[in-house]
């Protein structure tokens, strides 16, 4: 065993020959399956998302869904693109990593569950999402362009795009441009649901060149701007949103005689922020606010990956810098009176660094085990003198900044017999508190009315894992079903404070992050897939997930019992899919934080498709209906019990060429 650890598993980008059992979902790509085989072409990144069992959305409007994976959202999973550290600027969470990127930018969405994740995740608990971007590669596909169109008669949503790549043994480049702009939808039943329309432009480019034998560079750019964005569960809406994302990477392959590829990348990104009330009705406004927020991270990474008999194992390095800025002005309905300023995130700096390592060992054909370990050094604080002198009214004793030591281990044990396959596996790891929970000031969350207060004293939140699965596949039937068990330590969270006032108009109180002594998070899921002939696909899922705090209290934002069913038939030129997607009733919800009862729903979808081809073009139509019965609900996630749109039409036209 002492062979186990000589050095670490590829950067899970490069894993198509691994066994890593990262979950990947597949969005737009040159090579196999490719967005025009989706029942809807024109669905955003989080639809996508949705379509996984192991995440769950958190939705504020119709625009920029929160992910949550094993029932823990932003502060405890880690989000990249292409292994890219990139943090959100919005002090209310209204611009996950997810929301800069559209769909023809991917290639694959890949999940990791746990601490068995991303070698460049860092302060992970519940698992890690890499957005892995569509690149030609170095192929002699030559050129090939796309273009795409979708019409919904919900909102009047519209989607316009076109991508052009060109590859070569030695070259390829593909660059695109995509608009996405719809009105306030409307809820089951007819009523419109005010402040949800949507603006969105994304333009993005890829390039790589070999260098010469075995070597090739690569470079990617992003950038998207959203603006007029309603978030009808809030109290503010989003007058833009801004990413830029850059990356240049350098490869070898076959650098040494125990490594195939060493791969190292430097990027930088730019987050801006804007949220506003200015479109809101006066009467509804009890003082105007302006909240602007800023993220910045620059980082780079370096992989080698490597093979030797039975191993297969990867050394990963990693570092990144981030800067997070965040203000609220607040302007008195009286003219005379002065303007009130607060510093929400007092210019937060970030300074990490990390090791990752992983070899997975085939002991015989039926047997693997696999160890991973990464730790990092964590140096943060407040830079502004302002944010700093701020938070020392609260924390007389904080230092200016805290340097801190996060990491993980993790083990995994895998049997196959025939058509079985079993999965067992154990980790330990820890995250350092997020700059809200350390650093925030006064952050009103609508959900339980509530400013909360940041504490720069918390003590590191840490959780064992544990997870069991077993598979059942043969030609025509596929099953499998999973229990993942999370038991906190020092579990963060807001809690009341008597003692403190709060600032925002409206609120019920101030709440400061503490630790809890212990917290617990159990998460099931069951699949199923059943090929009833060569063209009929009859697949199912059900998940359940329960939360408990170290009194036994829900925690919020653990799903029910949530299930669906699709019957999917394809032949030739033809495609047709029919399914229904439902949840329980939420009993097991948190008054405390801001839940009330959510009732059970049904809801049955409908989409057909034809492929033909004319003028020298194959063009993809694919038209259908989402909600067909114009069902009135609201899920467990649907922040303040927005209700989810009613019926849905949709048209959507691809040509390629």
């Known amino acids: 065993m002492?062979?186990?650890?000589?050095?670490?598993?590829?950067?899970?980008?490069?894993?198509?020959?691994?066994?890593?059992?990262?979950?990947?979902?597949?969005?737009?790509?040159?090579?196999?399956?490719?967005?025009?085989?989706?029942?809807?072409?024109?669905?955003?990144?989080?639809?996508?998302?949705?379509?996984?069992?192991?995440?769950?959305?958190?939705?504020?409007?119709?625009?920029?869904?929160?992910?949550?994976?094993?029932?823990?959202?932003?502060?405890?999973?880690?989000?990249?693109?292409?292994?890219?550290?990139?943090?959100?600027?919005?002090?209310d969470r209204?611009?996950?990593?997810?929301?800069?990127?559209?769909?023809?930018?991917?290639?694959?969405?890949?999940?990791?569950?746990?601490?068995?994740?991303?070698?460049?995740?860092?302060?992970?608990?519940?698992?890690?999402?890499?957005?892995?971007?569509?690149?030609?590669?170095?192929?002699?596909?030559?050129?090939?362009?796309?273009?795409?169109?979708?019409?919904?008669?919900?909102?009047?949503?519209?989607?316009?795009?076109?991508?052009?790549?060109?590859?070569?043994?030695?070259?390829?480049?593909?660059?695109?441009?995509?608009?996405?702009?719809?009105?306030?939808?409307?809820?089951?039943?007819?009523?419109?649901?005010?402040?949800?329309?949507?603006?969105?432009?994304?333009?993005?480019?890829?390039?790589?060149?070999?260098?010469?034998?075995?070597?090739?560079?690569?470079?990617?750019?992003?950038?998207?701007?959203?603006?007029?964005?309603?978030?009808?569960?809030?109290?503010?809406?989003?007058?833009?949103?801004?990413?830029?994302?850059?990356?240049?990477?350098?490869?070898?392959?076959?650098?040494?005689?125990?490594?195939?590829?060493?791969?190292?990348?430097?990027?930088?990104?730019?987050?801006?922020?804007?949220?506003?009330?200015?479109?809101?009705?006066?009467?509804?406004?009890?003082?105007?606010?302006?909240?602007?927020?800023?993220?910045?991270t620059g980082g780079a990474y370096s992989t080698l990956s490597g093979r030797?008999?039975?191993?297969?194992?990867?050394?990963?390095?990693?570092?990144?810098?981030?800067?997070?800025?965040?203000?609220?002005?607040?302007?008195?309905?009286?003219?005379?009176?002065?303007?009130?300023?607060?510093l929400t995130w007092g210019d937060v700096r970030t300074l990490n660094g990390g090791l990752f390592a992983v070899d997975e060992y085939q002991i015989s054909g039926s047997h693997t085990v696999r160890l991973s370990a990464k730790g990092s050094l964590q140096r943060?604080?407040?830079?502004?003198?302002?944010?700093?002198?701020?938070?020392?009214?609260?924390?007389?004793?904080?230092?200016?900044?805290?340097?801190?030591?996060?990491?993980?281990?993790?083990?995994?044990?895998?049997f196959r017999w025939s058509a079985w396959e079993s999965n067992l596996s154990a980790g330990y790891g820890s995250r350092?508190?997020?700059?809200?929970?350390?650093?925030?000031?006064?952050?009103?969350?609508?959900?339980?009315?509530?400013?909360?207060l940041g504490n720069p004293q918390l003590e590191q939140e840490a959780a064992w894992e544990t997870a069991l699965s077993l598979g059942w596949k043969r030609r025509t039937v596929e099953a499998n079903a999973e229990a993942s068990c999370f038991y906190f330590s020092r579990y963060i969270v807001g809690k009341p404070s008597a003692e403190l006032s709060h600032m925002t108009p409206g609120a019920s109180g101030v709440k400061v992050y503490r630790n809890l002594p212990h917290a617990t998070i159990l998460n099931l899921s069951l699949l199923l897939k059943c090929w009833l002939s060569d063209s009929f696909l009859w697949s199912g899922k059900a998940t359940f997930a329960r939360g408990r705090d170290d009194r036994?209290?829900?925690l919020p934002l653990i799903a029910p019992l949530c299930y669906d069913a699709t019957l999917t038939f394809r032949r030739e030129k033809f495609f047709a899919e029919g399914g229904i997607v439902g949840a329980a009733r939420q009993v097991n919800f948190s008054p405390e934080y801001g839940e009330d009862e959510t009732p059970g729903y049904l809801v049955a979808n409908l989409a057909l498709g034809y492929s033909f081809k004319a003028l020298g073009l194959i063009f993809d139509l694919k038209a259908g209906a989402e909600n067909l019965f114009d069902a009135y609900y609201s899920t467990y996630a649907d922040w303040n019990n927005i209700p989810q749109r009613g019926r849905n039409v949709f048209l959507n036209l691809g040509a390629r060429f």
């Open 94 to 296: 209204m611009d996950p990593v997810t929301s800069y990127v559209e769909t023809s930018n991917l290639s694959k969405l890949a999940i990791g569950s746990g601490f068995e994740a991303n070698p460049n995740a860092t302060n992970s608990i519940g698992g890690s999402l890499d957005l892995q971007l569509n690149k030609a590669g170095f192929c002699a596909d030559g050129l090939d362009v796309n273009a795409h169109s979708g019409f919904e008669s919900n909102g009047g949503r519209q989607l316009y795009s076109a991508d052009v790549s060109y590859a070569t043994p030695q070259l390829y480049l593909n660059s695109g441009v995509s608009h996405r702009h719809s009105g306030s939808y409307r809820a089951g039943g007819g009523g419109e649901v005010p402040f949800s329309q949507l603006t969105k432009n994304n333009a993005f480019a890829s390039f790589g060149y070999v260098l010469a034998d075995r070597k090739a560079l690569e470079a990617t750019l992003i950038y998207d701007r959203a603006s007029n964005v309603g978030y009808p569960a809030l109290a503010m809406d989003v007058a833009a949103a801004e990413g830029l994302i850059a990356s240049l990477s350098y490869t070898v392959e076959n650098p040494l005689p125990l490594f195939y590829k060493w791969e190292s990348k430097a990027y930088f990104n730019r987050i801006v922020h804007a949220m506003d009330d200015a479109k809101r009705p006066p009467e509804t406004v009890a003082m105007h606010m302006d909240m602007p927020g800023k993220s910045r």
């Open 380 to 414: 943060d604080g407040a830079q502004s003198d302002f944010g700093w002198n701020t938070l020392k009214i609260y924390y007389p004793d904080m230092k200016r900044y805290a340097n801190r030591f996060v990491g993980n281990v993790a083990g995994r044990y895998r």
């Open 432 to 452: 350092a508190p997020s700059v809200s929970e350390a650093y925030g000031f006064y952050l009103f969350n609508t959900f339980d009315a509530y400013d909360y």
């Open 308 to 342: 030797s008999a039975r191993h297969r194992y990867s050394l990963n390095v990693d570092a990144y810098y981030n800067q997070s800025y965040a203000e609220m002005t607040m302007y008195p309905s009286n003219p005379n009176e002065i303007p009130m300023f607060m």
């Open 552 to 554: 036994k209290n829900p």
């Open 2 to 91: 002492a062979l186990l650890f000589p050095v670490a598993l590829p950067a899970w980008a490069q894993l198509q020959d691994t066994t890593l059992q990262l979950q990947e979902i597949v969005v737009s790509a040159r090579a196999g399956a490719n967005r025009n085989r989706q029942a809807k072409p024109s669905a955003s990144v989080e639809e996508y998302l949705q379509k996984s069992e192991k995440i769950g959305m958190i939705k504020r409007g119709a625009y920029a869904w929160e992910p949550s994976i094993n029932s823990m959202t932003t502060e405890r999973l880690s989000v990249t693109i292409e292994g890219m550290k990139i943090f959100h600027a919005c002090t």
